[in-house]
Nanobody
Framework: QVQLVESGGGLVQAGGSLRLSCAAS????????VGWFRRAPGKEREFVAA????????NYADSVKGRFSISRDNAKNTVYLQMNSLKPEDTAVYYC????????????????????WGQGTQVTVSS
């Protein structure tokens, strides 16, 4: 099973940007689809973005479309989440997740579809 570590979280003002990283170890991410989820205080964990393991097909939650961008660098075994125009409602713990798959262009937006999870990184957006 692949191990995932998120980084890049922090405190930012509304309108600012952050880039989260999800670094994998133990296995190459080359055959893994990857997703980002978040849990805001008092809320359920929700889907944010996902990327397929090849051809970099992407999928986004409506709440982040046009502001967030997911990408991957398989040579670095890392997936990124670029977050722009941040809003206070983006405040949450952000988790990356990975699923080994033979489906090259499929993205996954449901928690139970993923096998491996990181510990999360806190993102706080002040107004």
């Amino acid at each position: 099973q692949v191990q995932l570590v998120e980084s890049g979280g922090g405190l930012v003002q509304a309108g600012g940007s952050l880039r989260l990283s999800c670094a994998a170890s133990g296995r190459t991410l080359n055959t893994y689809a990857v997703g980002w989820f978040r849990r805001a205080p008092g809320k359920e964990r929700e889907f944010v973005a996902a990327i397929s393991w090849t051809l970099s097909r992407t999928n986004y939650a409506d709440s982040v479309k046009g502001r967030f961008s997911i990408s991957r660098d398989n040579a670095k075994n890392t997936v990124y989440l670029q977050m722009n125009s941040l809003k206070p409602e983006d405040t949450a713990v952000y988790y990356c997740a990975a699923r080994r798959t033979s489906q090259r262009t499929t993205t996954y937006d449901i928690e139970s579809q993923y096998d491996s999870w990181g510990q999360g990184t806190q993102v706080t957006v002040s107004s």
